[in-house]
């Protein structure tokens, strides 16, 4: 069983940025890929970023592609999203997320979930 705790979330200006934590406990935490996802209102959960067990691979959504930066501390237990110049379609819960499996990019592929942070970005 792991357990995630995320963090971070706010309310910020297009423009700005926010960066979001997710801390892990239970089994070991480097031997999952993490990923984050986000729900907007009336919209269906979806991928946003991805890291392998190691950091050394990434993966993003284009929509956030050269904006946010998803990166992990192992020592620390610890998973992170660095969102800069967000703009208000970005308003969303984000939810981070743990896969036992590699290269995942759908919910389902995912086994453990926090209870979400809300972003809120504002025009």
């Known amino acids: 069983q792991v357990q995630l705790v995320e963090s971070g979330g706010g309310l910020v200006q297009a423009g700005g940025s926010l960066n979001l934590s997710c801390a892990a406990s239970g089994r070991t935490f480097s031997s999952y890929e993490m990923g984050w996802f986000r729900q907007a209102p009336g919209k269906e959960r979806e991928f946003v970023a991805g890291?392998?067990?190691?950091?050394?691979?990434?993966n993003y959504v284009d929509s956030v592609k050269g904006r946010f930066t998803i990166s992990r501390d192992n020592a620390k237990n610890t998973v992170y999203l660095q969102m800069n110049s967000l703009k208000p379609e970005d308003t969303a819960v984000y939810y981070c997320?743990?896969?036992?499996?590699?290269?995942?990019?759908?919910?389902?592929?995912?086994?453990?979930w926090g209870q979400g942070t809300q972003v809120t970005v504002s025009s």
């Open positions: 890291i392998s067990r190691s950091g050394g691979r990434t």
């Open positions: 997320a743990a896969s036992s499996r590699v290269l995942a990019v759908v919910k389902r592929e995912y086994d453990y």
